[in-house]
Each structure stands twice: as structure tokens, then as C-alpha cells.
């Protein structure tokens, strides 16, 4: 039962993570993401290759792709999504434009990992070791990613909620209309806020390569679950993509075990769907 | 055009498309076979996501359960019966998503509908394996490429039918100020969840029998086969590049989509995601009302 | 006689904040009633409880003997209230015509075809849009925008109408123009809450007072009675000029 719980907690940790990247870009910069979870894969990929041909390990991956993903989503605000924003007439039509484009992203960017990766199932070997923890074996690589994923989630934390920058954006995802009333820049925080969304993606796409198995048609899945973790913490809240992916990865990881393995999304949208039914804003959102 | 000449036209039309199996090689009808499929699901989307804005990423998902469902029965049930069958099951489907997602913001329904087609197959996969020991299904039907046309052919009327039909009554209307404001709409009296769980279900249905009827192309069919996501995005394109609001819109992205991904599967199979997902974002971006609405636009004098 | 319009202890909280505390009035059949009060005081907030746009979190309100607390804005529009909102919203791929013509369907008597159209003529002519139907709503003045909200309010054929500041942002002359329609609209029977701060217009039409401020009522009665009392000055303009 305990190493359910551990691998629940891990699998939780790197859902909270990659919820982390989705929340900021969909409450600050209020882009709905479809192509979020191919990013991630992306990101697998990239550290499969550094570390194969370059034997580069996950660890200093991070140190590239991690300001990677951040350039490159930022490119992506800028050219794809900023025009968008600029002609949308309202929240509304924003979020059904970028539903759209990012729906073609996601095609594209499978597309690119489809031709170069082809769609097998790809994994590589990285601290495999077992470690005992409270009278459980569990896997270094594991435990690896869990520690990153609460370090780093930890470090967000503090980061949005104890300095000036982090409550400019905190600001935006509140209050989007007021917020240049208070001399925000609501342009450069959404453009931070997608940015630093897609470095979260980054993250967690190495993070993930650790330990688990990915394809280039694995984005769609995540993409999913990322977004069902977003509307259980509550759009835009940190804390709460912490929690609510801690949460569906315990809830995933028994059902796995105690129920069958194949009814494992099948139990994360009965979560969802009971979600929707009782309290739509998400466990710590508004009522 | 006025209706009293347009009808006759579109009549000589449908006769001249419905004789023509009679007239041309085996390959041609499997093409036209195709596109009025594609041509049905983009017009049968369009009919409720177009004006609400609620985009459906599902369509393969009932779909899916159009063709699964006469794979499981066709042997067990006379035909009519089977596609009966089916078309309830993508109603109640429909109906299980539109309670539960279409009274809130539109974003939970895109959330739920986008990994509705993985969800079903995979539950669809699971029950086969392990409660009915299965895996594929077998399909029976004497139906030959032309056979299965002309039924497509008569849904596709029946579904271009029911989009003009709507269009001219008070659930058009209705249906048009929801889009524009949903707030606005319900002070005037319309029942918006209403109207758009009965139109959701239409759509649904429409798409699911037109699964269900393509079911005998594929002798041997699977859970990975008929889910298979190319079918939503091909839908959606189809549909935005001619103009998801207007009637013939759907059918006027679909013709062209339909012979370029074809082409496009046979030259460059490996590229065709990439192509197509970047043809789609340029259509978001230049033409999202759509082609038909484009050429008023600049007919017009230009103002977008 | 049962009133036109009763609240009964409405109250609204977001989160923290409460919005409405402990709000009664009534309205009597034909009356027009001014509901004034400094921004914020939670105005708009009782006129988004009568007409279902927001749920309320205690109280009850009533139409004419019929509880309709918390039903949704379809059904009190099918109860005979009718509404402008405050930012006009005019429907924008609708021609103005249309608009109207969506009430007209929608509303508790559901027209349609050919005497529809008569009645959309009928109503543009009266708020002044007179054969304007097939115009599209985004080359229409503000000002046009707002006789066309009106349209479309009366389409729904209510009997109790809730103006949010109706006559704000018009000129002089448009001003008189507004206020004769909503007198015009009096002499028909019609029962009107008017959320309001153009002084002028509360005193030309109102017969009687509704002053709020912070969430609650702080004033009732007569028009001037009521702005004259040293309370609800001191609500507008704070302490220093009671």
C-alpha cells in the first residue's frame, strides 16, 4: 500500500507540475493551451537526446531546456497568440481562438515528433536504482522527481506570492480589467506568464523522462489531465494545481492497483465529471 | 438565389450525385463516398458549434461509437435496427456531456469533449478485453461502396435539411444570439442550456450515424481504427475553412480539404499532420469566419 | 392590491464582501420608482437578483403574488420583467430588427412570422428607430444603441421594466427625448424601476425614492423628501457637505 501511495505522490508531483505551467499560462495569460502536453513530450524527447547521443543526464538537461522552453514559448506569445489578443472583442472569443490555434499547434508539433521520433514508445535508463524509503523500495529516479517537482513547485510559491513581480502577476490573473489601472503592463505579464508556463512544461517534460515511458502521441493524454488538474485547483492558482495534481495522481495510482489498470483516465474524468456537477470553480476557486 | 429556384437546382444535383456510381469506376465512388462523409460530419459540427462557439473536439469519439456499434450488433439485430441502436447511444452520450458541461463556461465542455474519443476507446478496449473476451469485431453487411454512398448521401441531405431548416425558424434566431451574448439571450426568454443540449444532440447523433452507416468499410474494425483522431481535426478544418455560420460553408471547406488530404496522405503521409496543422492556424488567423465570409467581406470593399 | 414588485430581504455576498444587506421595497402597479444610491452601494446588484442575471443568497422577491427568487433570467422574463443593462449589449450579428424580433419570439406571448414583423416595426417606431430594422447593429450611434435596448426591452411585452441607468452618457437634447419615452411609457400603465444618478431625470419622473449606499437601503419616500435629507446627501458627497 505505501509504495501505491509513493508512486501516487510522484506521478501526483509531476501532474502538479506540469498543472503549474498550464494554470499560469491559462489564468495570466488566458491562452487555453491544447498543446500543452505535446510541449511536454517535446521536452521528453530532447532529454532522450541529449542524453543518448550527448550523455548529457537530466539534471544539467534542465539547465538547456528549461531556458529553452521559456524562449521559445515566448516566441510562440509573441508571433502566434499576440495578434489574437490584440483583435479578441472579449475573454470569451480569446479563449475559443486559442482553443483553436493551439489545437493546430498540437498537430503540428506531434507532426514534427512523429516524423523524427517516430511513434514508438521511447524511454532511457537513469538512476534506476532502488532506494528504501519507510520500509518501501521505490526507485532513485522517482524519488528524483518528486523532490524536483515539490522543490520547484515550492519555489513558484514563493516566488508569486512573497515578491513584487510575482504579485503583478497574481494581479493579472485576478483582475485582468484593473490591472493597468495600477500601472501593470498587462502585455509583458501575459507574455511572462506563457513564457514561464511553457519552461514549466519543459520542466516537467524532463522531470517525466525519468521515469516513465513517452510516444510522440502521448501529448493529447497529458494535455487532458493537465487541464482536469487546472479546473480542480482552480484557474489560475498555483497552490491549488499543487494539491489537485498531488490528488488525481493518488487517485490514478489506486486505481491502477486496486481496480484495473486500464480504467485509469476512465476514473480521472469521473473525478472531473463529479467536479462539474458540485463545484465547477475548482476545489479553491470562487464559488 | 431564391428558394424557389434553388431547390430545383439542388435536386438536379442530388440526382445527378446519386446516379453516379452508375456511371463512373469503383475508385470514384469511394472518393465521393468519402467526401460526402466529410462533407456530412463538418456540416452536422458546424450545426451546433458554429453559432454557439462551443467548439467540439469530439466528433471521432461518437463517430467511433457509430461504427463500434453496428460491428458489435450487426449480427445480432436487423440493419435498420443497429443504426437505430447507434444513433441512440451517441444521443445518450451527447447527452451525458451536455448535462454536465453545457449549462457552464464553454471552456469545460472543450475540456470534456477533447479526450471524450481517447476515453471511449480506451473504455471500449477495456470492456472488450476483459468482459466480453473480445478483440475486434467482425462486420457482415452486404454493402458495397455504393451502397454505403447513397445512405451517406441521404443523410447528408437530411442533415443540410435540418441546418437550412433550423436556420429559418425561431431556434436559429435563438441559436445566433446565444453566440453573440448568452446573457442577453436568456432575458429575452430563451432557455440557453436548452437549446443548446437539443442542438448538441442533433449534431451528435448526426455525426454518430454517419459512423455507424461507414461501419462496412472496414471489414475488421477495432477500438485504434475508428477512433482515430485525424477524423475530429479534418472535421473542424472542413468546417472553419468555409465558414462554420453558414449553411453551405461546411460543404464548401469540405471538397477541396477532402481532395488534399488525399493527396496529401499518398505524397507526403509523414508530413500531412505538420502540413494540415499549420494550414489550420493560418485559417484561424486570416479567414476565421471563413472562406464564404471572406468573399462578402472583400465583395464588400474590403473591411474585415 | 398586491404590489407590481416586492423585495423581501435580499441579500448577496461575494466571497468576503457583502454587495446587499437586508433589502425590502415594493412597487405599486404604474408606479415609477427611483433606485439611487453612489457606485458601489449595490444597485445594479438588486437589479441582477429581479431578473435572475445573478442568484441571490437570502431573501425573496416577487412579481405581482408570483415568487420568483432565484429563477433563472429566462423564466422572470416570461414573468412579465423586462431589463436595459447598464453597458449596452446590443446582439451584434443580429440587424436591430432582429434583436427586437428576439424578444418579441421569446417572451411570454411568442410572436412570430408576419405579426412579428408588424410588432418589430411598432416597437423600433416608438423608441424612435422607426424603419431602421435591417440596419446592422454596429453602425448605430450610442445613442441609437440605447432607444434599441429599449426596444428590445419592451419587445419581451412586460409589465414591470428595470432601467440601469438608461439615460447615462446623452446630451441635453437627447436627455429630454429619454426622459419623454420613459413618461410616455408611464402614461401606458407601465410599472418602472429606475436605477438612476442623472438628478434631473429622478426628479422628472420618479414619485417616489429608493436610496442605498454600502448595501443597504438608508432612505425612502417621496423624491424630494428624500434628497433632501441630510443622510443621503452625506452618502453622495460624503461628510463635508451635510
Redesign the interface.
Known amino acids: 500500500m505505501l509504495d501505491h501511495i509513493v508512486n501516487g505522490l510522484v506521478l501526483g508531483g509531476t501532474y502538479a507540475l506540469v498543472a503549474m505551467g498550464l494554470t499560469i499560462q491559462y489564468g495570466i495569460a488566458r491562452i487555453m493551451n491544447l498543446s500543452f502536453g505535446d510541449t511536454i513530450i517535446a521536452a521528453c524527447f530532447a532529454t532522450y537526446l541529449l542524453f543518448s547521443a550527448l550523455n548529457v543526464g537530466p539534471l544539467l538537461a534542465l539547465i538547456v531546456l528549461v531556458p529553452a522552453g521559456y524562449l521559445i514559448n515566448l516566441g510562440i506569445y509573441r508571433v502566434i497568440m499576440k495578434p489574437l489578443v490584440t483583435r479578441a472583442p472579449d475573454d470569451g472569443a480569446l479563449e475559443v481562438d486559442s482553443i483553436l490555434v493551439t489545437f493546430g499547434l498540437l498537430f503540428v508539433i506531434q507532426g514534427v515528433l512523429l516524423t523524427i521520433f517516430g511513434g514508438g514508445y521511447t524511454s532511457y535508463s537513469f538512476l534506476n536504482q532502488p532506494i528504501e524509503v519507510l520500509g518501501t523500495a521505490v526507485a532513485a529516479n522517482r524519488l528524483l522527481a518528486l523532490g524536483l517537482s515539490l522543490a520547484i513547485g515550492a519555489v513558484l510559491v514563493a516566488v508569486l506570492y512573497r515578491s513584487r513581480w510575482g504579485m503583478i502577476l497574481r494581479a493579472v490573473a485576478v483582475a485582468p480589467q484593473s490591472a493597468p489601472l495600477f500601472g501593470i503592463d498587462t502585455d509583458r505579464a501575459a507574455r511572462t506568464a506563457f513564457a514561464l508556463g511553457g519552461a514549466l512544461a519543459a520542466t516537467g517534460g524532463v522531470v517525466l523522462s525519468m521515469f516513465q515511458t513517452f510516444t510522440a502521441t502521448g501529448g493529447v493524454v497529458f494535455t487532458m489531465k493537465a487541464l482536469i488538474v487546472v479546473i480542480l485547483g482552480g484557474k489560475g492558482s498555483v497552490p491549488g494545481a499543487i494539491i489537485a495534481g498531488l490528488l488525481l495522481g493518488l487517485v490514478e495510482t489506486f486505481v491502477a492497483a486496486y481496480v484495473d489498470p486500464g480504467l485509469t483516465l476512465a476514473s480521472v474524468y469521473a473525478v472531473f465529471l463529479a467536479l462539474l456537477l458540485v463545484r465547477p470553480n475548482g476545489l479553491f476557486g470562487k464559488a | 438565389m431564391k428558394p424557389i429556384h434553388a431547390f430545383p437546382l439542388a435536386g438536379a444535383i442530388l440526382v445527378a450525385l446519386a446516379a453516379a456510381p452508375l456511371f463512373v469506376s469503383d475508385y470514384w465512388t469511394g472518393v465521393l463516398l468519402g467526401m460526402t462523409g466529410y462533407v456530412t460530419l463538418a456540416t452536422a459540427w458546424a450545426l451546433f458549434s458554429g453559432p454557439t462557439?462551443y467548439?467540439s473536439?469530439a466528433t471521432v469519439a461518437f463517430f467511433g461509437v457509430g461504427a463500434y456499434t453496428v460491428a458489435v450488433l450487426n449480427e445480432t439485430l436487423p440493419y435498420p435496427l443497429v443504426l437505430a441502436s447507434a444513433a441512440g447511444i451517441g444521443a445518450v452520450i451527447a447527452l451525458v456531456v451536455g448535462l454536465?458541461?453545457l449549462r457552464?463556461?464553454?471552456?469545460?465542455f472543450?475540456?470534456?469533449t477533447?479526450?471524450l474519443a481517447?476515453?471511449v476507446r480506451?473504455?471500449v478496449?477495456?470492456w472488450e478485453?476483459?468482459v466480453t473476451y473480445t478483440m475486434g469485431r467482425y462486420v457482415f453487411l452486404p454493402f458495397e461502396g455504393r451502397h454505403i454512398y447513397w445512405q451517406l448521401l441521404a443523410l447528408a441531405t437530411v442533415t443540410l435539411l435540418i441546418s437550412w431548416g433550423i436556420g429559418r425558424t425561431?431556434l436559429g434566431?435563438?441559436l445566433?444570439?446565444i453566440?453573440?451574448?448568452e446573457?442577453?439571450?436568456?432575458?429575452?426568454?430563451?432557455?440557453?442550456t436548452r437549446v443548446k443540449l437539443l442542438l448538441f444532440v442533433i449534431s451528435a447523433t448526426l455525426i454518430t450515424l454517419t459512423g455507424a452507416i461507414q461501419a462496412p468499410r472496414w471489414t475488421y474494425i477495432e477500438p485504434s481504427i475508428v477512433f482515430n483522431?485525424t477524423v475530429s481535426?479534418m472535421t473542424?478544418?472542413m468546417a472553419?475553412l468555409g465558414g462554420a455560420m453558414r449553411l453551405w460553408g461546411p460543404l464548401v471547406g469540405a471538397i477541396p480539404l477532402f481532395f488534399l488530404f488525399e493527396w496529401l496522405s499518398v505524397s507526403f503521409p509523414?508530413?500531412?499532420?505538420?502540413?494540415?496543422?499549420?494550414?489550420?492556424?493560418l485559417i484561424?488567423?486570416w479567414m476565421?469566419q471563413g472562406v464564404l465570409a471572406k468573399i462578402e467581406d472583400l465583395r464588400k470593399g474590403g473591411r474585415t | 392590491m398586491s404590489a407590481a414588485l416586492q423585495l423581501d430581504n435580499m441579500h448577496k455576498r461575494f466571497g468576503g464582501l457583502v454587495a446587499v444587506k437586508d433589502v425590502s421595497f415594493a412597487l405599486t402597479p404604474g408606479e415609477v420608482v427611483g433606485l439611487l444610491g453612489p457606485n458601489g452601494s449595490g444597485k445594479t446588484t438588486v437589479m441582477n437578483m429581479i431578473s435572475g442575471a445573478l442568484p441571490s443568497d437570502g431573501g425573496r422577491v416577487r412579481v405581482s403574488d408570483t415568487d420568483i427568487t432565484r429563477m433563472p433570467p429566462h423564466r422572470v422574463a416570461r414573468h412579465g420583467v423586462a431589463r436595459t443593462f447598464q453597458l449596452v449589449r446590443p446582439l451584434p450579428t443580429l440587424t436591430a430588427g432582429e434583436n427586437v424580433l428576439l424578444s418579441l419570439a421569446f417572451g411570454h406571448k411568442r410572436h412570430w412570422g408576419r405579426e412579428a414583423q408588424a410588432m418589430v416595426e411598432e416597437k423600433l417606431a416608438f423608441v424612435g428607430l422607426g424603419g431602421r430594422g435591417n440596419e446592422r447593429v454596429g453602425n448605430l450611434t450610442y445613442i441609437d444603441q440605447k432607444r434599441l435596448e429599449m426596444a428590445r426591452a419592451l419587445a419581451s411585452e412586460p409589465e414591470i421594466l428595470l432601467l440601469d441607468e438608461w439615460l447615462a452618457g446623452l446630451n441635453p437634447s437627447e436627455l429630454k427625448i429619454g426622459i419623454d419615452l420613459v413618461r410616455h411609457l408611464q402614461g401606458q400603465g407601465m410599472t418602472i424601476l429606475l436605477v438612476e444618478h442623472i438628478m434631473e431625470a429622478v426628479r422628472a419622473l420618479c414619485s417616489r425614492c429608493i436610496v442605498m449606499s454600502a448595501g443597504e437601503v438608508i432612505a425612502e419616500g417621496g423624491t424630494q423628501d428624500v434628497l433632501s435629507r441630510p443622510a443621503v446627501i452625506k452618502a453622495y458627497l460624503g461628510d463635508d457637505h451635510a
Open positions: 462557439r467548439v473536439l454536465s458541461t457552464l463556461a464553454g471552456v469545460y472543450v475540456i470534456f477533447f479526450g481517447e476515453l480506451q473504455t478496449s477495456w478485453v476483459n425561431r434566431l435563438a445566433q444570439a453566440g453573440d451574448d446573457t442577453v439571450a436568456a432575458h429575452a426568454g430563451i432557455d440557453v483522431p481535426f473542424l478544418i472553419l509523414d508530413h500531412f499532420s505538420i502540413i494540415l496543422g499549420l494550414l489550420f492556424i484561424v488567423f476565421p
